[in-house]
């Protein structure tokens, strides 16, 4: 190839260089002037400012707690049976009804036992009239003491009967022993029982009502009675409650400990048998920091508040911060790690939050100057 070729293409090269450098630095200008546009049209746009109530974490004293399901017990609660066979005369077992104490629930025949009652009476009669005539013979000397003696053990063989006879008249006569609600029961008249047979249950109807419920081997060793828990019956609020009992005795299996408790003021908040959730405090009462509970917002990354402060210029600004959460008490969350007591965070209305934007307390609140 000649020099002269050479050095046209050379000059083509350089030729495109050139074009391509005078392109990139026109290009680049018009982006910078570009840019200078929007930040002036930005300059001019008025700053985003969200409305939100505001709340003071505060300072309370919180106890921990664990949860365990407990079981209602009714303070007196027993399976009816009857102690004697018999035919059933008459059933007042309507499920449900609260019964009086003495009130007759089942009556079984005792025609053949009232017959036997009457015959004993008069037998009992006839030898209480023959022990006075033979004591006032034997006031005479007509009789001697044995013969005396005699008639009156006849006497009292007569009123042991009666007595026999009566208790048996009794038994087959079931009455409900305190003040309770029938359970479900099958049982007629004209049915023929034999001995123990389960007729019904009866729960006892009684302003207080016991809770049982189980913890671990740990939490019962720091519970003692008259310790104060919290029972919740499904969405209703805390009712509580006093131990009055701790099992001395650990599941070797479970290892757990059964604890009862009273509610003393609990009448039909719950049926004997349901589920309960039982709050069981865990040591002493310490202070802990509370927000409310519109106030934790779930994230990818965790619970976080957004913390209310003002920047150098006086604008108040939210700051995200992430916290560690713990249990719900009434409307307020425990934090136990990331807000102190005393700083400022948005409630209602966090949600519109992010880093740094620019916010309006609506409640009057101020917020602390400087912020973390």
Same mark, same amino acid.
């Given at each position: 190839?000649?020099?002269?070729?050479?050095?046209?293409?050379?000059?083509?090269?350089?030729?495109?260089?050139?074009?391509?450098?005078?392109?990139?630095?026109?290009?680049?200008?018009?982006?910078?002037?570009?840019?200078?546009?929007?930040?002036?049209?930005?300059?001019?746009?008025?700053?985003?400012?969200?409305?939100?109530?505001?709340?003071?974490?505060?300072?309370?004293?919180?106890?921990?707690?664990?949860?365990?399901?407990?079981?209602?017990?009714?303070?007196?609660?027993?399976?009816?049976?009857?102690?004697?066979?018999?035919?059933?005369?008459?059933?007042?077992?309507?499920?449900?009804?609260?019964?009086?104490?003495?009130?007759?629930?089942?009556?079984?025949?005792?025609?053949?036992?009232?017959?036997?009652?009457?015959?004993?009476?008069?037998?009992?009669?006839?030898?209480?009239?023959?022990?006075?005539?033979?004591?006032?013979?034997?006031?005479?000397?007509?009789?001697?003491?044995?013969?005396?003696?005699?008639?009156?053990?006849?006497?009292?063989?007569?009123? *042991?009967? $009666?007595?026999?006879?009566? /208790?048996? &008249? #009794?038994?087959? %006569?079931?009455? =409900?022993?305190? +003040? !309770? @609600?029938?359970?479900?029961?099958?049982?007629?008249?004209?049915?023929?029982?034999?001995?123990?047979?389960?007729?019904?249950?009866?729960?006892?109807?009684?302003?207080?009502?016991?809770?049982?419920?189980?913890?671990?081997?740990?939490?019962?060793?720091?519970?003692?009675?008259?310790?104060?828990?919290?029972?919740?019956?499904?969405?209703?609020?805390?009712?509580? *409650?006093? $131990?009055?009992?701790?099992? /001395?005795? &650990? #599941?070797?299996? %479970?290892?757990? =400990?059964?604890? +009862? !408790? @009273?509610?003393?003021?609990?009448?039909?908040?719950?049926?004997?048998?349901?589920?309960?959730?039982?709050?069981?405090?865990?040591?002493?009462?310490?202070?802990?920091?509370?927000?409310?509970?519109?106030?934790?917002?779930?994230?990818?990354?965790?619970?976080?508040?957004?913390?209310?402060?003002?920047?150098?210029?006086?604008?108040?600004?939210?700051?995200?911060?992430?916290?560690?959460?713990?249990?719900?008490?009434?409307?307020?969350?425990?934090?136990?790690?990331?807000?102190?007591?005393?700083?400022?965070?948005?409630?209602?209305?966090?949600?519109?939050?992010?880093?740094?934007?620019?916010?309006?307390?609506?409640?009057?609140?101020?917020?602390?100057?400087?912020?973390?």
């Amino acid at each position: 190839m000649s020099g002269k070729s050479r050095s046209r293409r050379w000059i083509g090269s350089a030729g495109l260089l050139g074009a391509i450098v005078v392109s990139a630095g026109a290009l680049s200008a018009w982006k910078s002037a570009a840019i200078r546009e929007a930040e002036a049209a930005a300059a001019d746009q008025p700053q985003l400012v969200e409305s939100v109530t505001s709340a003071v974490a505060a300072e309370r004293m919180h106890r921990e707690t664990t949860t365990s399901i407990g079981t209602v017990v009714a303070l007196r609660s027993i399976t009816l049976r009857n102690e004697v066979a018999g035919l059933v005369r008459s059933v007042a077992l309507t499920p449900g009804r609260v019964v009086e104490v003495g009130e007759v629930l089942v009556a079984l025949d005792v025609s053949v036992e009232q017959a036997e009652l009457r015959a004993q009476e008069a037998e009992a009669a006839l030898a209480e009239t023959m022990l006075g005539r033979l004591e006032r013979l034997r006031e005479g000397g007509a009789v001697s003491q044995e013969e005396v003696d005699q008639a009156r053990a006849q006497r009292d063989v007569a009123l *042991a009967r $009666i007595a026999r006879t009566q /208790a048996i &008249i #009794d038994r087959k %006569t079931i009455r =409900a022993p305190f +003040r !309770a @609600r029938i359970g479900i029961a099958d049982v007629h008249p004209g049915q023929y029982l034999n001995e123990g047979t389960q007729l019904t249950s009866l729960q006892g109807v009684d302003d207080s009502t016991h809770v049982d419920f189980a913890v671990s081997q740990q939490v019962a060793s720091g519970l003692s009675e008259g310790q104060r828990v919290d029972v919740v019956v499904g969405d209703a609020a805390a009712i509580p *409650a006093r $131990i009055v009992a701790v099992d /001395a005795l &650990i #599941d070797p299996v %479970t290892r757990n =400990a059964m604890v +009862r !408790a @009273r509610m003393s003021d609990a009448s039909g908040v719950a049926a004997p048998g349901a589920s309960v959730r039982v709050l069981v405090p865990l040591g002493p009462a310490r202070p802990a920091v509370v927000v409310p509970t519109t106030a934790v917002r779930k994230g990818p990354a965790g619970d976080h508040v957004f913390v209310l402060a003002r920047d150098p210029e006086g604008q108040t600004r939210a700051r995200m911060r992430h916290v560690q959460s713990g249990p719900v008490v009434g409307d307020e969350v425990v934090i136990t790690h990331g807000v102190e007591a005393g700083e400022l965070v948005a409630a209602q209305g966090s949600f519109k939050l992010f880093e740094s934007v620019a916010v309006a307390v609506t409640d009057g609140t101020q917020a602390a100057g400087g912020g973390r």
